[in-house]
């Protein structure tokens, strides 16, 4: 199975180095989806930051960008 790596970026990054192993590019949205919907329920940030200066950055494991989306659009319903 593929690895996919979740990453945390704003000014700093939160960077994956473990990855997930997963089945294809869909079942890596939902996983992105659920992370980040716990992470914006169980806090209002992470270093410092609120969670809409912050996005969510998938990389496969090559490291080619898959997709991203902001932290705030999870937050307020609207994940991706």
């Keep these: 199975m593929p690895m996919y790596y979740f990453h945390l970026r704003d000014q ?4 994956d ?6 089945a294809d590019i869909d079942a890596a949205r939902e996983h992105a989806d659920t992370v980040a919907r716990e992470l914006t329920f ?6 410092d930051e609120d969670w809409s ?3 969510m950055v998938v990389h496969d494991g090559d490291g080619l ?3 991203s989306f902001g932290m705030s659009t999870v937050r307020n319903g609207n994940g991706k």
Aim: glycine share 10%; hydrophobic share 35%.
């Design 12 to 15: 700093d990054d939160l960077t």
């Design 17 to 22: 180095v473990d990855g997930t192993e997963l």
């Design 42 to 47: 169980k806090t209002t940030g992470i270093l």
């Design 53 to 55: 200066k912050w996005s």
């Design 65 to 67: 960008e898959l997709f």
